[in-house]
């Protein structure tokens, strides 16, 4: 890698960060794993300043993340703008128009053909997500006993 190309410090990979507010939410722990992986293909597409504009087509994704079913997209879609830190930014038409999705983690970078007021963007609103207790209402089992509640 040439001097160019590489400052002291910079990582030479790009990685997805996921707040851990986010995986630790009643939310996130409530998708199907295909919606999960949706939100990590959408979060690889993240360059920085394209926030609102991650496109959920069905050719970016089978052509750049290797998904092969529509119908599986379709539903991940569905149960990914279901959770409070997914905003729908502009609605797709057919056939030359296509649906952007924003993360409420990072700033939105607006652009004029969204459907949505910049203002009422819902920045950092998953700071206020209820956090799942792994253990709560979890039944404990201690070696060599019968099962038995965890106290409370």
């Known amino acids: ?19 851990v507010e986010i995986i630790r939410s009643a939310e996130w722990q409530a998708l199907p794993s295909s919606a999960k992986a949706l939100a990590v293909d959408l979060m690889a597409q993240y360059s920085g300043k394209n926030n609102g504009r991650l496109c959920t087509s069905f050719e970016v994704m089978y052509r ?4 092969v079913s529509k ?12 959770c409070s830190f997914v905003v729908l930014t502009r609605k797709g038409h057919a056939p030359r128009t296509a649906e952007w999705i ?14 949505i007021d910049p203002r009422r963007f819902p920045y950092l609103n998953f700071l206020s997500l209820k956090r799942l207790d792994p253990n709560d209402e979890r039944e404990v089992a201690k070696p060599g006993l019968r099962v038995v509640r965890k106290p409370n």
């Open 64 to 67: 750049d993340f290797g998904w």
């Open 102 to 115: 924003g993360f409420t983690w990072w700033k939105l970078d607006y652009e004029e053909s969204m459907d």
């Open 71 to 82: 119908e599986t997209l379709v539903n991940a879609k569905r149960a990914l703008l279901g």
């Open 1 to 19: 890698m040439s001097k160019a190309n590489h400052r002291k410090g910079m990582l030479p990979f790009q990685f997805v960060a996921i707040p």
